[in-house]
């Protein structure tokens, strides 16, 4: 096992570039995501770290040898991969140890070191089969094992779990995370999914355009994002944002927002005096009934998840941003969100008071993007 | 109901209807194998022997260099499929993986090479070989025939290995092999079904050859293939046309089991389970 | 497992050269066997050349060949022939195999046979194919002769050699037979990936059999007609075997298409010079054609 390190990797194909200047310290045994949107690039940078692709420029480390240029195979990495990837043609058993066998571990040991691995993920009983004659879950299993056996100094996965049904990628999510604490091998997971990054990462490097946005811990992720972009991406549903414009008022900043004018919690305050800004207001803290900053909306629709509601109201239009980011929903533009716990069930079409407290608010630079705070 | 009844027979006699005309000069050729020759010259005709004469084929065997011809035309097929194979399959993996400049100029031209009159090459290609000495020998038809296959094949192959995920390589490289081992260890294991097809594919090619032979071949008796052999025996002045047509069967029986076997074959693929 | 450094085909770096190198047999082979022999066949074409050797030195440039068989009747009727050809067997395998893949492509007991029989003929060698009709239509026993007496259309036997007309008309005959299930092949693969919700979508919108025919099954086969009719045409404009064998280009060069042409004056008249012009204006409308295929080939056929 050994930390990586990628130091400004960039890529590109004739014109087009797809990394721009990626670097990145992984800790041994951390469990590191790269989330983005589609054609964000990490992807590609995870074939350029498993050597699959070549790297216009930079250098990756594993350990402390220099792999930028070494042959995949000579790099002593696992990947699993989103189709699986399994080799129709061997049997389950020759597919876990088929890396063994191409590194001249002797046959012994692979039949002990398969054994082993599909003890673990509890697919014993399959060992003899072909891949098509499994599930889609067992076959990502089988890919886990082909990975585990090999005792790498790093696992890659690209999209492990998106060929899976909803609820089975919620099991497996969480026995990958097991099977992570119980190896403790660096792993680097390749996900389009904000979820699976919150919930297995110890750290999250969110991409967009080739270009890393924030690296950060989930937690810190969550409440402290780095720009519009990441607070967009990040939970579910994605953050609210209204347009506004900041103006001081003795010694702090405001905001006129839904009529009142709010607080808002940032530090520096009078370089933002007059600055056309974005305000983020997450769903969740959103609450029913009246509280700091309270307002009063006609719901356009309401959407019951039974122990949760979503409320879904019309944005006054003094708060819509002209054009939303690219990946972002358009229909964002135009409406805020509450998620409501436990609602009182009230019918639609009523009035509803809403609140939420200031200092739950996100402030965003509205040319940047940058966050304020 | 009743409608669906009378749609259905109407597209059963369609069908049989269809398929007894399209079918029937096969029929033909078989009903005329099996009759004695004073039969044929009777009219009416009758449309199935009344004294199937099975030994016909032991007959014309004896009698005629059949199983030399065949066995030259198998010989070229073999030869050329051979050659061709070895080529394209080396092609075609590195035309569907590799983005190389220059590979789909290449690639573009094989297109176009399909497309060339055999009537065009057979002139110069005359000339090479009668340099090389090579007229009359195998060697000439099987490097002529290698003209017509490996533009088939090479595009054949690129669209079935453009058919196998790259992630079976990669992963095949991630555990180790290298770009050759990947594909001699997983790829062409893989499409051994699509290898099959193709070389099946370029057999047929070759076998139904009849302007290269007939042009390089005609003067060297010994190395005649079926073809050649065949518009021979319609060239003698009394055709007979019972021996000719047993002749023919022989010939055709070949690309007819190739033709079933490549119905079935080119369907299944193996890959199926090595996707979601 | 440590290889050396320069021979590593397996670094991200060295990688593409593994392309070049398993594409380096195939380009040399095509380069000797088909390049080569192309550029000798246009350098025939400008000399005044009997039988090709290659090892006696080239003969003075000219024209004469070119200017010759523009002036030549021969050539001409060849061109007019070819195109009669192209144009009649095309029109009829493209009706043969539509058709036929329409009917088979319904839902039946049987089916795949009736698949397996449609498509038969792709699997009877040319030549072969020439001898049965040649017995079929043969002017003293052949059934056709029969057949068309009793059906009342001739009135004595006929010698379908030896009439220009009739010649044409069984070569046509055998060529459709031998081209329809190549048509009928490719129109199946076609039909196949139409999706069924379409049909399902016009049945609920209330389209008839004709009008879904019309409205959904043509304008989706339309990219592989396109390719499939280029691949007929020039199977056509490019077939030796049939027509040789069965006519020889007679009665009367009647049957004399650009093929059989060029190669009567290659080893007829061993004016191999003058036949590689005639080569050589073919090879133009065949790289014209199929770079016309190529340019609207939905994928790689």
């Known amino acids: 096992m050994a930390g990586i390190r990628i130091d400004s990797i960039t890529k590109s194909y004739g014109g087009l570039t797809v990394l721009k200047g990626f670097s990145l310290d992984i800790a041994d045994g951390e469990f590191v995501v790269l989330v983005g949107p589609s054609g964000c690039g990490k992807s590609t940078m995870l074939k350029i770290l498993a050597g699959l692709e070549e790297a216009s420029s930079g250098t990756i480390s594993i350990g402390d040898r220099n792999v930028t240029d070494l042959a995949p195979g000579d790099r002593d990495i696992a990947m699993v991969f989103q189709n699986y990837a399994l080799y129709p043609h061997l049997s389950v058993r020759r597919n876990m140890g088929f890396g063994l066998k191409m590194r001249g571990t002797d046959a012994g040991e692979i039949d002990r070191r398969v054994a082993d691995a599909a003890k673990i993920l509890g697919i014993d009983h399959l060992l003899d089969r072909r891949p098509r004659a499994l599930s889609g879950g067992q076959r990502q299993r089988v890919a886990l094992g082909r990975a585990i056996v090999r005792e790498p100094q790093a696992f890659l996965m690209d999209e492990p779990l998106s060929n899976l049904d909803a609820k089975l990628r919620v099991h497996t999510r969480a026995e990958i995370s097991a099977l992570h604490k119980r190896l403790r091998v660096t792993t680097i997971y390749v996900t389009h999914d904000q979820t699976e990054a919150m919930t297995m990462a110890d750290r999250i490097v969110i991409m967009k355009d080739g270009v890393i946005q924030q690296i950060a811990s989930p937690e810190v992720m969550f409440r402290k994002p780095a720009n519009l972009f990441v607070a967009g991406f990040i939970g579910s549903p994605g953050m609210n944002f209204l347009k506004a414009k900041a103006q001081a008022s003795g010694g702090g900043a405001t905001a006129k927002l839904f009529g009142h004018d709010v607080v808002l919690p940032v530090a520096n305050a009078d370089a933002l005096a007059g600055k056309e800004i974005v305000v983020g207001l997450r769903p969740e803290h959103i609450a029913a009934g009246p509280g700091q900053i309270s307002f009063t909306v006609t719901p356009r629709l309401i959407e019951s998840l039974g122990s949760e509601q979503y409320v879904y109201v019309d944005l006054p239009e003094e708060h819509r941003r002209e054009t939303v980011s690219a990946g972002e929903d358009e229909a964002r533009r135009s409406a805020l969100i509450a998620r409501l716990i436990n609602p009182e069930p009230g019918p639609p079409g009523e009035t509803l008071t809403l609140s939420f407290d200031p200092a739950r608010l996100h402030v965003f630079d509205a040319a940047s993007g940058e966050a304020i705070r | ?276 | 497992m440590p290889r050396s450094a320069f021979l590593d085909l397996a670094r991200p770096s060295r990688r593409h050269w593994l392309g070049y190198l398993l594409l380096a047999p195939a380009v040399l082979l095509i380069a000797l066997i088909i390049v080569y022999p192309l550029f000798v066949s246009v350098d025939l074409s400008f000399q005044n050349v009997n039988i090709a050797r290659l090892d006696q030195p080239r003969r003075p440039f000219t024209t004469a060949n070119y200017e010759r068989l523009f002036a030549s009747e021969e050539f001409w009727n060849a061109c007019w022939v070819t195109f009669k050809l192209v144009t009649i067997v095309s029109f009829f395998c493209f009706l043969l195999g539509l058709g036929t893949a329409l009917l088979v492509n319904n839902r039946f007991k049987g089916q795949t046979l009736a698949r397996l029989l449609v498509a038969l003929p792709w699997a009877i060698p040319e030549v072969i194919a020439v001898v049965i009709f040649a017995w079929l239509f043969d002017s003293s026993f052949g059934l056709m002769n029969w057949l068309f007496i009793r059906l009342g259309l001739v009135d004595q036997t006929t010698n379908w050699f030896s009439s220009p007309e009739a010649a044409f008309a069984v070569v046509c005959t055998v060529m459709v037979w031998k081209g329809y299930p190549f048509v009928s092949i490719m129109m199946l693969a076609g039909l196949q990936s139409i999706p069924e919700d379409f049909y399902n979508a016009a049945k609920v919108d209330g389209a008839r059999a004709w009008q879904r025919l019309l409205h959904i099954t043509i304008p989706s086969l339309m990219p592989v007609i396109g390719v499939t009719l280029v691949l007929v045409m020039l199977w056509v404009f490019r077939d030796f075997s049939i027509i040789y064998v069965l006519t020889g280009g007679g009665p009367l060069k009647a049957t004399q298409s650009l093929s059989i042409m060029t190669y009567e004056q290659a080893f007829g008249f061993f004016k191999m010079g003058y036949a590689s012009a005639i080569g050589v204006i073919t090879l133009i409308v065949c790289v014209i054609a199929s770079r016309l295929m190529i340019a609207r080939a939905p994928d790689n056929i």
Not at chain 2, 180 to 198: D, E, K, Q, Y
Request: aromatic fraction near 10%.
């Open chain 2, 1 to 276: 109901m009743k409608r669906k009844a009378t749609r259905n027979a109407l597209l059963y006699a369609g069908v049989v209807l269809t398929c007894a005309i399209l079918v029937f000069p096969i029929y033909w050729l078989i009903v005329t194998a099996l009759s004695e020759p004073s039969q044929l010259r009777q009219l009416p005709p009758s449309f199935w022997p009344a004294e199937p004469r099975w030994g016909v084929f032991g007959q014309i065997i004896a009698e005629r260099p059949i199983l030399l011809w065949l066995g030259n035309s198998a010989l070229a097929a073999i030869g050329a499929v051979a050659i061709s194979m070895v080529v394209s399959v080396l092609a075609g993996y590195s035309l569907s993986r590799f983005k190389l400049r220059g590979g789909q100029s290449l690639g573009l031209f094989i297109l176009t090479a399909k497309m060339l009159p055999a009537t065009l090459l057979v002139i110069p290609l005359f000339g090479i070989f009668r340099s090389l000495e090579l007229i009359g020998s195998l060697w000439s038809i099987i490097l002529a025939h290698a003209t017509l296959i490996i533009p088939f094949t090479t595009w054949m192959l690129k669209g079935y290995f453009d058919t196998i995920p790259r992630e079976l390589e990669q992963a095949a490289m991630v555990d180790g092999c290298s770009p050759l081992g990947a594909m001699v260890r997983v790829i062409l294991p893989i499409s051994a079904p699509g290898l099959a097809a193709t070389a099946l594919y370029g057999f047929v090619l070759s076998w139904s050859d009849y302007a290269y032979a007939r042009t390089f071949l005609t003067n060297a008796q010994g190395n005649w293939t079926a073809n050649l052999g065949i518009t021979t025996m319609k060239g003698e002045y009394i055709s007979n046309w019972s021996d000719i047509s047993a002749a023919s069967i022989l010939v055709a029986l070949p690309i007819l089991a190739i033709y079933l076997v490549l119905e079935r074959y080119l369907v299944g693929g193996l890959t199926a389970g090595a996707e979601k």
